[in-house]
């Protein structure tokens, strides 16, 4: 049966890869960016081309009015993706109440108000996908800026009180927590090697890609995992143990 998959934050690096990966005749892919639509068409005729169809939505979830506008136009969705994050590397004595708001918009209350949104439909259907991407620095407490790791944990406590709201109606809610992953942002903001120390700290000590997470999120949305809910599932080569 297709489903319709909307992905925030999916005009590049893990958010395409998820939505390119999940394409499949008969599904629907809602790809959401923010002033990067030429890059999200790119992503959306790998889509087309593995047989699913695709909507391309533009939203800044950094305001709640647009993440309203956002689940109105995209309609009832099957499996939600929460990947669109904003990251901050601003230190705690340079951090500003600007900073801490806007970086909690993104990746706290946007989930929240998508899940909010759509978690009503999965319930009345009987099921439900919810996906929030997370990070290893909720774990190992840097190298990121305390707003960035202060709301990604955030996000993991939203998770775990969203599989017991929504357990009982067949919807499960599971983070995905990926390690040092190296993708174009992560270039832009941290140079061209931007991992060498995390990397070797891995317990599997080799650069990981967008593409290492995609068993792992094909599992989570998967018709048999509705056994599973309410875990961070870590996705970094070992480099966070237990």
Not at 101 to 116: D, S, Y
Not at 231 to 241: A, D, K, S, T
Request: aromatic letters at 4%; proline letters at 5%.
């Amino acid at each position: 049966m297709g489903r319709r998959v909307l992905v925030t934050g999916a005009r590049r690096g893990i958010g395409a890869a998820i939505a390119v990966d999940l394409a499949a005749p008969g599904w629907t892919l809602l790809l959401h960016h923010l002033d990067a639509a030429e890059e999200t068409e790119s992503v959306a005729r790998q889509c087309r081309d593995r047989g699913a169809r695709t909507e391309i939505l533009e939203a800044d979830l950094a305001d709640p009015a647009a993440v309203s506008a956002l689940a109105n136009r995209a309609g009832p969705v099957d499996i939600l993706i929460n990947n669109a994050s904003r990251a901050s590397n601003v230190s705690f004595d340079a951090l500003s109440l600007d900073e801490w708001q806007e970086t909690f918009a993104v990746n706290v209350t946007a989930p929240m108000l998508l899940a909010q949104a759509f978690g009503a439909g999965m319930a009345e259907r009987g099921w439900g996908r919810i996906v929030n991407v997370t990070s290893a620095t909720v774990a190992l407490g840097g190298p990121s800026g305390p707003s960035y790791v202060a709301s990604k944990a955030a996000l993991v406590g939203l998770t775990r009180s969203l599989a017991r709201s929504l357990g009982t109606a067949g919807v499960t809610v599971n983070a995905l927590s990926p390690g040092a992953i190296l993708t174009e942002r992560e270039r832009e903001i941290l140079g061209d090697d931007p991992h060498p120390g995390l990397v070797a700290a891995q317990a599997v000590p080799r650069t990981l890609v967008p593409a290492d997470l995609l068993t792992a999120v094909r599992f989570l949305v998967a018709e048999g995992s509705g056994a599973m809910t309410g875990q961070v599932v870590e996705v970094g080569g070992g480099l966070v143990l237990g």
